[in-house]
């Protein structure tokens, strides 16, 4: 009776064990297995790469949205102007037409006053004997001035939905650089490699070769490094590559485009071999993703990536087969 009532306890526990033993078993082999760290390591050298064009490709759209926005504002502030310019005339067409309107014209005051076609109103203004010369060139200047609002007014409207259609580029570039952006990060916290930098480091001192605004540029250069790599930034709390070599280089009074797609169009008559690079030329990277500032005895100076800071490297070590060709400044 004892072994039969032991028996009969020890059944459901057993099954019970069982079927916790089969689910677990089966949760395993469905859950997926962390990646290791060189598999880690390997999409983080593919993600830094596909940010590296994705960064510029956005620094690219952000710039033509600036372009847009400062184009649409100067055309907004001479549609202002043209406004003032047709109100005040617009007084003096009144005194005229009530003048007129007086000894015996034929249009009345509130006519003239609620008229919005400028060439209406010079019609019915403008009968035989009654403009005298100076009330004629009243017109004409009212009649210039609304003409000049209505194109710039068409001009500001063009403008306007072209910087409305690049922003919402831009935020579309945004969106996509952002998540490339927190899956390297999550990445390098996983490595123990994520660097936050110091936004107010006072970098090292430059005692290279370099000469002239080449040495000035370098000598800026060397100062930030320390601080933090950020996608879109031009210091000077923190950089992106070409951000960075933009800042170095107007410290030495050489005004660079934003971009490395633009630094390099721009440098297209300053090109030099990678043979005869001296300290100073700005380097790019095949597929014009990222670019850095060389410093001499092979060494590059340069704001990498997400989670890094600004730094000098071995040009040969990190660069070896990458490069692309060089600018001299």
């Not at 102007?81 to 003096?92: A, G, I, N, P, S």
């Not at 003048?99 to 014209?105: I, K, P, R």
């Not at 609304?146 to 409207?157: D, H, Q």
């Amino acid at each position: 009776m004892l072994v039969r009532s032991v028996r009969k306890r020890l059944v459901p526990a057993v099954a019970g064990l069982a079927v916790a033993v089969l689910v677990t078993s089966q949760g395993s082999a469905a859950a997926e297995p962390r990646p290791t760290v060189a598999q880690a390591q390997a999409r983080l050298d593919k993600l830094q790469d596909q940010a590296d064009k994705m960064v510029e490709r956005y620094n690219t759209v952000a710039e033509r949205y600036k372009a847009a926005k400062k184009k649409y504002n100067a055309l907004d502030r001479e549609l202002g102007r043209e406004r003032d310019k047709v109100d005040t005339l617009r007084q003096d067409v009144v005194s005229t037409a009530s003048n007129m309107y007086q000894y015996g014209g034929m249009m009345s005051v509130p006519g003239v006053i609620s008229q919005d076609d400028p060439a209406r109103l010079l019609a019915g203004l403008s009968v035989a004997g009654q403009v005298s010369a100076g009330q004629a060139r009243t017109l004409e200047e009212f009649d210039a001035a609304t003409k000049g609002l209505r194109t710039r007014r068409g001009k500001a409207k063009e403008a306007y939905d072209d910087m409305a259609k690049v922003l919402a580029d831009v935020a579309k570039e945004k969106k996509q650089v952002e998540k490339l952006v927190g899956e390297q990060e999550s990445l390098l916290r996983r490595l123990n490699r994520f660097n936050p930098g110091n936004p107010n480091s006072v970098g090292i001192k430059y005692d290279g070769a370099a000469s002239g605004n080449a040495k000035v540029a370098l000598q800026f250069a060397y100062a930030q490094v320390g601080k933090p790599y950020r996608y879109g930034a031009t210091g000077p709390a923190a950089y992106d590559c070409s951000g960075f070599a933009q800042a170095s280089w107007a410290k030495a009074g050489v005004k660079l485009p934003r971009t490395t797609y633009q630094q390099w169009a721009w440098g297209a008559k300053r090109r030099v071999s990678l043979n005869d690079i001296q300290p100073g030329d700005l380097l790019f990277s095949n597929g014009l993703g990222h670019m850095g500032i060389y410093a001499g005895s092979g060494k590059m100076v340069h704001a990498p990536h997400t989670g890094d800071v600004v730094r000098v490297v071995s040009l040969d070590s990190y660069y070896r087969g990458r490069l692309i060709g060089a600018v001299r400044p």
